[in-house]
T-cell receptor
Framework: AQSVTQLDSQVPVFEEAPVELRCNYS??????LFWYVQYPNQGLQLLLK??????LVKGINGFEAEFNKSQTSFHLRKPSVHISDTAEYFC???????????FGGGTRVLVKP | GAVVSQHPSWVICKSGTSVKIECRSL??????MFWYRQFPKQSLMLMAT?????????EQGVEKDKFLINHASLTLSTLTVTSAHPEDSSFYIC????????????FGPGTRLTVL
């Protein structure tokens, strides 16, 4: 069985400041890792994914994440946030390509001017 | 490319009625689609995996007779909430599995169901 823990339910941050969203997972097999963003009353948009290779993954909108196998983490970062980054962010894991996703509880990011 | 639509985007119905939600992959074929449920300020919970031409696979605790899933074509899956009750009110999101090697899922915009 797999599980995903997002340690922060809410993260307030000032505009142009950096932000880090933490994600830890547990799995008995190799995993694929994903970060999604959800704006109010909308579906999910993929920010980035780790399948294999380089542990530092760059995504859309200036986001990046680093896969750390020893710490079973996949934290998401952005060096300078914008008001438009206010949204809910979900970390997810699957055991193989095309398999069902297990989501973390989500982190709500509120960017303040 | 890789656009998934859902219809309707929102629906209000009376208790005891049935509601059908459609999920379509607009520019690709999807042999597998997933249905999720999301309560306010909570995460997505997988309800079932829908495979074209075969019966859906339901997650533990999800009533298959209440949440009927049909995946009759490579671009359409439907979720029917039968005899809906207020506790079925939720945000329902589908995703479609791309044919890419990465196995990426593309998500629909969601359907908000309110049962009165």
């Amino acid at each position: 069985a797999q599980s995903v823990t997002q340690l922060d339910s809410q993260v307030p941050v000032f505009e142009e400041a950096p932000v880090e969203l933490r994600c830890n997972y547990s799995s008995s097999v190799s995993v694929y890792l994903f970060w999604y963003v959800q704006y109010p009353n909308q579906g999910l948009q993929l920010l980035l994914k780790y399948l294999s290779g380089s542990t530092l993954v760059k995504g859309i909108n200036g986001f990046e994440a680093e896969f750390n196998k020893s710490q079973t983490s996949f934290h998401l970062r952005k060096p300078s946030v914008h008001i438009s980054d206010t949204a809910e962010y979900f970390c997810a894991v699957s055991s193989a390509a095309g398999n069902k996703l297990t989501f973390g509880g989500g982190t709500r990011v509120l960017v303040k001017p | 490319g890789a656009v998934v639509s859902q219809h309707p985007s929102w629906v209000i119905c009376k208790s005891g009625t049935s509601v059908k939600i459609e999920c379509r992959s607009l520019d690709f074929q999807a042999t597998t689609m997933f249905w999720y449920r999301q309560f306010p300020k909570q995460s997505l919970m997988l309800m079932a995996t829908s495979n074209e031409g075969s019966k859906a696979t339901y997650e533990q605790g999800v009533e298959k007779d209440k949440f009927l899933i049909n995946h009759a074509s490579l671009t359409l899956s439907t979720l029917t909430v039968t005899s809906a009750h207020p506790e079925d009110s939720s945000f329902y999101i589908c995703s479609a599995l791309s044919g890419r090697a990465s196995g990426e899922q593309f998500f629909g915009p969601g359907t908000r169901l309110t049962v009165l």
